[in-house]
């Protein structure tokens, strides 16, 4: 028997499955209002559960190329542990990409790293694109820490209500080329 501490996690990511979308929603809908406004995201702002799920349940039965979100689960020795999403797609050209890990203890772990590595590489496969973004609550300094270890280019900071769920807030925008993402992943042999 091996002590769960020396026991080596198990990692993966997978796309998200009808039964993960409650989990995808409670994590933010249970959250505390000073967590969600850590990461950029009004409270008030947050649609209704079963609306919301409806939103994402229909997006999932589109073909990628009409896509209006695409969520990949973080999973730990199985089970799901998080997930990554893009939205704003432009099949093709672009999308910008959102992370979260569900349970604090799973943070600051090496965990986040090596989701978004994996998910950057299934972004651009699987949307053909060319560019992604991130545009992280400029005050959230984990997503930013994280981007610029992964390769993300800083591009400006500025202010701008980056989506529905969001307040008005200082956002950073970073970018990753698809050519650049090569080039780390020939470098990194990853």
Known sequence: MHDAETTPLKRGIREIQEEDVEQVIN?????????????GVDPDKLPDPADWQALILDDLSQPLARR????????????????SNIN??????HAYMHLHLWNPASRQAGNGLFFIQACITAYFDRFD??????????????????LAKTGFDFVRS?????????????????????????????KNRM
């Open 158 to 186: 500025y202010e701008t209500t980056p989506g529905w769920i969001n307040f008005h807030q200082k956002v950073n925008s970073w970018t990753l080329s698809r050519e650049t993402w090569q080039q780390i992943c020939k």
């Open 129 to 146: 694109l060319d560019t992604l973004f991130c545009e992280p609550y400029a005050l959230n300094p984990a997503p930013n820490r994280i």
């Open 68 to 83: 209006q979100f695409y969520y990949l689960v973080w999973l730990i020795n199985g089970r799901p542990a998080g997930h």
């Open 27 to 39: 994590y933010f809908v249970q959250a505390d209002d000073n967590f969600l406004k850590g990461m």
């Open 88 to 93: 704003k797609i432009v099949y093709g050209d």
